[in-house]
């Protein structure tokens, strides 16, 4: 048991489920590393390396990790694969002399690595996939309903809020296609030894027998492996599934930035759920801060950061392999698994308690939506003859002026002035300058997108299942 006299990483105990932190937990590792000892000694046993009383009296000891006695070995040997095959040997005096015949420590552990990045990847696509699915449900629902949206933070024209969802789910239905993609294309190193020559293995059975034994191996783990390896399997394969973790986190950096923005009082359209007893602020009782928001804006941030070094890891691998990607190994994946976990888990928490404040979104569309109807106007003009550049001029002339005229408390100047300007009144009336500036419906065809984005999701989801 861990306590905290000592320092603890926050992804031992505040962030990630308790599921990922076992995936990436050192039980599951040394379990992974005494299946694969099996399963070699298993394989080896068809080509008479091994009996069937030794293989039984491993498999029978394979669950019985004992982590203080390996611990106990490293301390001693420094060395923790050795340290694991030692206390694992010590539990099987049958079949302990034959573990490991043949293999390097990378056989072993580069195998297992691959095996725990697939656990950890059937864990985030199944967080996705019901994060995405929620987002959906609000991008049909939504669909229709009109907001203002704006760029560069600024008014600009309506949208709808269930196609602005749409936005956020499209990128994050892509990310679990990327996602899905890297775990269907993970390799394993397979068993070739020291230089990926696999000498040692030829040595034991023969080298005419090494496809039959590498295939035999890449049945029992039920893992794929890369044809060339040096000692390790490519790095680039670390880098490709940490590239694609953060890109998931980006897709939820940016739905967290902006409903931290939209949960400011200038906007008060959306915000996350607020605990009953929660506190926002210790010296501002009032306060109601975005902190899950802000916390996978954070996190999302150090997750960007991890594939650098597993960049770096891939391209300094020296030859046919260097260590100094081993000790950067043992917490950039973990982190950037427990990371993407944490990120999906704490999304998952806004999207099921977000809160719509429609009083909010009507009144901003209602203080910026006609100013923002002179696009239209501009378009309407046109048709009629007028020379764009001429009246879109003034209507820039005509905006500006409405603005200061509402700072100052004139509400509805851009309508007064839209409505009287001689210019515009030689092309169209009055009455349909008036209709135009009604741009409350100005969202094209944003709802069926909306829906049609909604439908595929669901379609493919359904399919990939089956």
Not at 329 to 341: C, H, M, N, Q
Not at 404 to 422: C, I, N, Y
Request: proline share 3%; net charge negative; no cysteine.
């Amino acid at each position: 048991m861990y306590n905290h006299e000592d320092y603890l990483s926050p992804y031992t105990w505040r962030y990630g489920s308790e599921d990922m932190r076992q995936v990436w937990g050192e039980v599951n590792k040394r379990r992974l590393w005494r299946m694969i000892w099996v399963a070699l000694a298993e394989v080896q046993s068809e080509f008479g390396l091994v009996t069937a009383e030794q293989v039984a009296d491993l498999r029978s000891q394979a669950q019985q990790v004992n982590i203080d006695r390996s611990f106990e070995i490293e301390r001693q040997i420094h060395h923790d694969l050795m340290a694991e095959l030692k206390a694992f040997a010590e539990l099987a005096p049958v079949g302990g002399g034959i573990l490991h015949l043949g293999a390097t420590s990378a056989d072993i552990e580069d195998n297992a690595d691959v095996l725990r990045m697939r656990q950890a990847l059937n864990l985030v696509i199944e967080k996705l996939i019901k994060l995405i699915l929620a987002m959906t449900d609000l991008v049909e629902e939504w669909s229709d309903y009109s907001l203002m949206g704006y760029t560069h933070l600024q008014p600009a024209e309506p949208t709808t809020l269930g196609y602005r969802m749409a936005f956020y789910v499209q990128d994050l239905f892509n990310d679990w296609d990327e996602l899905r993609r890297s775990q269907q294309g993970l390799r394993g190193k397979g068993f070739k030894g020291a230089v990926g020559s696999g000498a040692s293995y030829a040595e034991l059975i023969g080298l005419e027998n090494l496809v039959d034994f590498e295939t035999g191996m890449s049945a029992k783990l039920n893992l794929p492996f890369y044809p060339v390896t040096s000692q390790v399997y490519p790095r680039k394969q670390e880098y490709r599934v940490l590239s694609n973790l953060a890109g998931l986190a980006s897709s939820l950096n940016k739905f967290a930035f902006d409903l931290r923005i939209l949960q400011s009082p200038g906007f008060g359209e959306l915000a996350e759920p607020f605990g009953k007893l929660q506190v926002g602020s210790s010296a501002m009782p009032f306060k109601r801060n975005p902190i899950k928001a802000e916390k996978i804006d954070a996190l999302a941030r150090s997750l960007a950061q991890l594939p650098r070094q597993a960049w770096d890891n891939a391209a300094g691998s020296l030859l046919e392999r260097t260590l100094d990607d081993s000790a950067n190994r043992r917490s950039i994946l973990a982190e950037g698994f427990l990371i993407a976990d944490e990120l999906l888990l704490t999304s998952q928490q806004i999207i099921e308690g977000l809160v719509i404040d429609e009083a909010a979104i009507q009144r901003n569309l209602s203080r910026y939506g006609h100013i923002t109807g002179s696009e239209r106007i501009l378009m309407a003009l046109s048709k009629s003859g007028a020379d764009r550049q001429v009246m879109h001029e003034r209507l820039r002339e005509l905006a500006m002026q409405a603005r200061a005229d509402e700072e100052k408390g004139e509400p509805g100047a851009f309508t007064r002035l839209v409505t009287s300007e001689a210019l515009f009144l030689e092309y169209l009336s009055a009455d349909q300058l008036l209709q135009l500036l009604d741009i409350s419906r100005y969202v094209g065809d944003a709802p069926k997108r909306a829906r049609n984005l909604a439908k595929t999701i669901r379609e493919q989801f359904q399919k990939s299942a089956g």
